[in-house]
């Protein structure tokens, strides 16, 4: 992916997730990003103690991306269905990791699919799933490993990606977040 910022942007937009979830309990003022006014598909994860906390993104966003960072950050903390709004107790102990997306690539043959590169979108009569690139890696999962949890993921029968009239995308992703403390 053509998609590069430096460590210095990267930083910034992991401060201006946190920003953007702090936002609910303080008065704080947005930071500014100087950075690449990409406009690129986001999601924001959060952690605590290493466990999910909360994780939103858009696949594609025509906003700056600054914006859509911010956006995610709010929606993965406040608004994931999957857990309780974050309270203001836990912001110390929660770590950002956000994914910016490059564009989705149909694939019909499933040895396109890279594990550790690639993340993987499924379509089937409407529903739908994704997985980030780094969630294979992260549970050990080889190639149909992944395109049978992606399916999970959608409510789908495993195998389902194998059905012709399913729609299987790849995307490639530019990974980064706060440092551990």
């Given at each position: 992916m053509e998609l590069q910022l430096s460590d210095e942007e990267k930083k910034t937009?992991?401060?201006?997730?946190?920003?953007?979830?702090?936002g609910r309990f303080k008065r704080l003022p947005?930071?500014?990003?100087?950075?690449?006014?990409?406009?690129?598909?986001?999601?924001?994860?959060?952690h605590k103690n290493t466990k999910l906390?909360?994780?939103?993104?858009?696949?594609?966003?025509?906003?700056?991306?600054?914006q859509?960072?911010?956006?995610m950050a709010r929606a993965?903390?406040?608004?994931?269905?999957?857990?309780?709004?974050?309270?203001?107790?836990?912001?110390?102990?929660?770590?950002?990791?956000?994914?910016?997306?490059?564009?989705?690539?149909?694939?019909?043959?499933?040895?396109a699919l890279i594990v550790g590169r690639h993340g993987v979108y499924i379509s089937y009569w409407g529903r739908s799933g994704v997985l980030l690139p780094q969630v294979a890696v992260?549970?050990?999962?080889?190639?149909?490993s992944f395109?049978?949890?992606?399916?999970?993921?959608?409510?789908?029968?495993?195998?389902?990606?194998?059905d012709r009239n399913a729609e299987l995308y790849i995307f490639e992703g530019l990974v980064f977040g706060e440092s551990k403390p």
């Open positions: 937009l992991c401060s201006i997730a946190r920003r953007a979830i702090e947005p930071l500014e990003f100087t950075g690449p006014a990409y406009k690129l598909g986001a999601f924001v994860t959060l906390r909360g994780c939103i993104g858009r696949m594609a966003s025509d906003l700056p991306i600054a859509t960072v911010e956006e993965a903390a406040f608004e994931d269905p999957r857990f309780d709004a974050l309270t203001e107790a836990e912001l110390d102990s929660i770590n950002i990791e956000i994914s910016l997306l490059g564009p989705m690539q149909r694939i019909t043959n499933p040895e992260e549970y050990g999962w080889d190639r149909y395109l049978e949890q992606v399916c999970y993921k959608a409510g789908l029968a495993p195998d389902t990606w194998k």
